[in-house]
């Protein structure tokens, strides 16, 4: 998340690509890969869980995808100003029980002078859903190809 020219303050078109850079680093599923975007000391509160710096946030991260398994997200810029971006987001993944989920969620992240996310709070709520009900099925890890609707494209 933290590209070339993609820090703060953000402008639309900056906040745009800095939604969709983290929608494609989440879908590598590489937790070593995501936590490099946020600065070291980064805070995270997803869901009810709290997570301080790299080490947390990789742990984090594998439970998370070890949980969430065949993972695929996207997200879509709601709000920005100064060093601060809104999204929100739609997840879909299966659970170690067999069952398909689409998680719903909105997040509020604060970034540092060089891009790193420094603050993200995640609030989340899941629905289970049948496999015929999926609206994500591009090639995963991955990112979404381009010509795949995003989230208000599907209704969601």
Not at 29 to 49: F, G, H, M
Not at 54 to 80: G, N, P, S, T
Not at 100 to 128: K, M, P, T, V
Request: proline share 6%; glycine share 8%.
């Amino acid at each position: 998340m933290a590209a070339k020219g993609l820090v703060p303050p953000f402008d639309r078109d900056s906040a745009t690509a800095k939604v969709r850079a983290a929608e494609d680093l989440w879908n590598t599923r590489d937790p070593e890969k995501v936590a490099a975007a946020y600065a070291p000391d980064s805070r995270w509160r997803n869901r009810t869980t709290w997570v301080h710096g790299y080490d947390e946030i990789v742990a984090f991260l594998i439970q998370k995808w070890d949980r969430e398994r065949d993972y695929r997200l996207i997200k879509e810029l709601w709000a920005f100003g100064g060093n601060r971006i809104a999204v929100r987001f739609a997840s879909e993944s299966m659970g170690k029980d067999g069952l398909w989920y689409r998680s719903y969620g909105n997040e509020q992240w604060q970034f540092d002078a060089e891009g790193r996310c420094q603050f993200r709070h995640a609030s989340i709520n899941d629905l289970q859903i049948d496999e015929s009900d999926r609206l994500y099925r591009w090639d995963a890890p991955g990112p979404r190809p381009p010509d795949h609707p995003g989230l208000t494209d599907l209704g969601l």
